[in-house]
């Protein structure tokens, strides 16, 4: 099993671009998450989905859209991206919502310019 | 609301001796308690948990935390420190009644020779 997977692994986009990350996980896993990591400020919470064909805001949503794609797939799309969005972003999964550990792709270490 | 605080940036062992890293948190029912491990450039791995049952629960790599109810604490710690320790750790906790999961800011773990 390849667990999480996030691609690409490295981006840089100038202010006002968009692009879409993705996320794909293999273990038949029901909820998936998206978070940033910003220096100092721990893992921040973008969007989440409980289950396929549901998502929900998490602490910072603003500046982003998600597709749960199907079971495997959650996707993170920036619409206009702005330098307050530089940062390295996780994505995760779960058996069912947060009861059960979350297990963490590699990561996305996004510049906007 | 839910909240989790890591107290210390920054842990310093010696190798072989014994460590310890903050969490406290606050929720309003009976929390769910998380700590995760990063190692640099990668995603976070899973340590161990408290859901419910014995307050000392056990972990990977020989960590373990206990979970005190009246302190609001979950504090890992581990007998024998290994330089191969050294990382960033996150603690995080959830209402059950909550949506997700919060992450504190993370401490990093420094074990010198």
């Known amino acids: 099993n390849a667990g999480v997977t996030q691609t690409p692994k490295f981006q840089v986009l100038k202010t006002g671009q968009s692009m879409t990350l993705q996320c794909a996980q293999d273990m038949n896993h029901n909820s998936m998450y998206w978070y940033r990591q910003d220096p100092g400020m721990g893992l921040r919470l973008i969007y989440y989905?409980?289950?396929?064909?549901?998502?929900d805001k998490g602490e910072v949503p603003n500046g982003y859209n998600v597709s749960r794609l199907n079971k495997r797939e959650f996707s993170l799309r920036l619409e206009s991206a702005a330098p307050s969005q530089t940062s390295v972003y996780f994505c995760?999964?779960?058996?069912?919502?947060?009861?059960?550990?979350?297990?963490f792709g590699p990561g996305t270490r996004l510049t906007v310019l | 609301a839910q909240s989790v605080a890591q107290p210390e940036d920054q842990v310093n062992v010696a190798e072989g001796n014994p460590l310890t890293v903050k969490c406290t948190y606050s929720v309003s029912g009976n929390p769910y308690l998380f700590w995760y491990v990063q190692y640099p450039n990668r995603g976070l791995q899973f340590l161990l948990k408290?859901?419910?049952?014995?307050?000392l629960v056990k972990g990977s790599y020989g960590f373990e935390a206990e979970f005190n109810k009246s302190q609001t604490s979950f504090h890992l710690k581990k007998p024998s420190a290994l330089v191969s320790d050294s990382a960033l750790y996150f603690c995080a906790v959830r209402d059950p009644n909550a949506g997700k999961s919060t992450f504190g800011d993370g401490t990093t773990l420094t074990v010198k020779p």
């Open positions: 408290y859901i419910t049952g014995d307050n």
């Open positions: 995760a999964s779960s058996v069912f919502r947060e009861t059960d550990t979350q297990y």
């Open positions: 989905s409980a289950s396929e064909g549901t998502t």
